[in-house]
Nanobody
Framework: QVHLVESGGGSVQAGGSLRLSCAVS????????MGWFRQAPGKGREGVAT????????SYADSVKGRFTVTQSYAERTVYLTMDNLKSEDSAMYYC??????????????????WGQGTQVTVSS
């Protein structure tokens, strides 16, 4: 059974940093796309970042480029999202997602099959 469990969320001041973790079990993701999405109250779920199979490439939403970094550790079976210089508009529930395919990894919700329950990030001004 596939399980994705996010952790690492919390409350920080603007300009601070957090590292989110997505622990993956019951799934071989080394040849699959992995993604991070977020959803703020009253807003739709938006793509934040993806990491391509093997970690050979990453992609980011324009709003987080230069501030967020997605990495992975196959040994730890974990995908990370490091968030630097956080802004109040980054406040949201953050979700980890796994696709059933590799190749191009789009920041589109429909591309992903498995989802975690989310971890809350709150950034104060």
């Amino acid at each position: 059974q596939v399980h994705l469990v996010e952790s690492g969320g919390g409350s920080v001041q603007a300009g601070g940093s957090l590292r989110l973790s997505c622990a993956v079990s019951g799934y071989t993701y080394s040849d699959k796309c992995m993604g991070w999405f977020r959803q703020a109250p009253g807003k739709g779920r938006e793509g934040v970042a993806t990491i391509f199979p093997g970690g050979s490439r990453t992609s980011y939403a324009d709003s987080v480029k230069g501030r967020f970094t997605v990495t992975q550790s196959y040994a730890e079976r974990t995908v990370y999202l490091t968030m630097d210089n956080l802004k109040s508009e980054d406040s949201a529930m953050y979700y980890c997602a796994a696709a059933t395919h590799g190749g191009s990894c789009w920041l589109v919700r429909s591309e992903y099959t498995y989802w975690g329950q989310g971890t809350q990030v709150t950034v104060s001004s």
